[in-house]
């Protein structure tokens, strides 16, 4: 498939580089301003060079960016490894053209034939805090992984804390994610996921609606948030406080007509109050990869993977069991009656550990991953 992204629509996207940090002063939603066109954002960045008393002249700039331009903007995306796409072209993503402010052009990394095969047969988004618990960091691992395991496309925006999670869930299994970026789709953003993002796209890929070296700045990070909501057939929400960026996506995604699932927590910690809130609201009641697969395809079309767990031999069994009900140290597991002698044990959990059933955490305590 042959993509270039006309010189419209790159020249779209470079407006919204070269406006930057205005955007971050305007009080609209994002959604609402990057619906706007581009001669009325040119008049809001006209409006506030004159307020600041600014040398730049908007229109003169916007009116020089031609097709030489649009050739060097190619030029680097293409250097950087990218694949352009515009909503011109027939290749642009369906999902995406629901949004009344959609990507004028989409950056992938990973190439947009993967993209487009990727979203063809389903996909959650699957986000939450950048501080989850121990309990909602293993949520979005575990149902990453069953729904990717499943044949679902995972998406998520590499943030820390659940998105990471998310797409390390995915990776475990088929490795079906797409990361959506609030940078260039040629840069890992958090830098420190760098390892992560290098993974993705062994299978996976990267996206963006900015171009080669744009800079992260607030308004990116939500605007970010549409395009998760639009690509994904369902929202699923693990953790996340009453004011946050995941409970945004969700309503994005609840406004396009998709459904929205939120994981049950604990009422004691704050981490809950999103996902509680949207099922009281109605959203999706998600206790396991099933119930995600029936919201997505239709109740009992599509049968979650029977569990790794279910193919453990009788003492692996007893073992897991054991540290998903709070057994969790070696000694501890040891001193069981059905575990064995302490070399036993050992061994056994060597081999948990070893399949992806369980992982160390700190101070040498064992937690289940699924």
Excluded at 156 to 169: F, I, K, N, P, T
Excluded at 172 to 186: E, K, W
Aim: aromatic share 2%; with cysteine.
């Amino acid at each position: 498939m042959r993509a270039q992204a006309c010189d419209s629509c790159l020249r779209r996207t470079w407006l919204l580089d070269r406006l930057g940090g205005h955007l971050d002063r305007l009080r609209q939603p994002i959604e609402e301003v990057l619906a706007l066109e581009d001669e009325v954002l040119l008049e809001l960045w006209a409006g506030i060079a004159a307020r600041r008393q600014s040398a730049e002249q908007p229109h003169h700039e916007y009116g020089r960016f031609g097709p030489a331009a649009a050739t060097a903007s190619r030029a680097r995306a293409s250097s950087a490894g990218l694949e352009l796409v515009c909503g011109c072209e027939d290749g642009y993503p369906a999902p995406l053209r629901a949004l009344a402010g959609r990507p004028a052009v989409l950056h992938v990394a990973g190439g947009l034939r993967r993209l487009l095969d990727l979203l063809a047969d389903g996909s959650v988004a699957v986000i939450g805090t950048r501080r989850p618990t121990g309990y909602g960091s293993e949520m979005a691992l575990g149902l990453a992984r069953g729904l990717s395991a499943s044949g679902l496309t995972i998406i998520s925006g590499m943030a820390l804390g659940v998105d990471s999670q998310a797409h390390r869930g995915a990776l475990l299994a088929t490795g079906r994610t797409v990361a959506v970026l609030p940078g260039s789709a040629s840069e890992p953003y958090p830098r420190t996921n760098r390892g992560l993002y290098g993974q993705i796209l062994r299978d996976g890929v990267v996206v963006s609606e900015l171009g080669v070296g744009a800079a992260v700045r607030r308004w990116t990070l939500l605007a970010r948030n549409r395009l998760v909501a639009s690509l994904a057939d369902l929202s699923l929400v693990v953790q996340a406080a009453a004011q946050s960026g995941a409970l945004k996506t969700a309503a994005l995604a609840l406004a396009l007509g998709r459904p929205v699932g939120a994981v049950p927590g604990s009422v004691l910690v704050r981490q809950s109050e999103g996902p509680h809130a949207l099922l009281r609201d109605g959203a999706v009641l998600v206790r396991g990869v099933q119930d995600v697969l029936d919201a997505v395809c239709g109740v009992g079309a599509r049968q979650a993977p029977e569990p790794l767990a279910m193919a453990l031999g009788p003492a692996q069994r007893a073992l897991l069991e054991a540290i998903r009900a709070g057994v969790d140290t070696p000694a501890a597991l040891a001193r069981r009656r059905d575990s064995g002698d302490a070399g036993e044990a050992l061994a056994t959990l060597a081999e948990l550990e070893l399949i992806g059933c369980i992982r160390r955490a700190a101070g040498g305590r064992y937690v289940a991953t699924m």
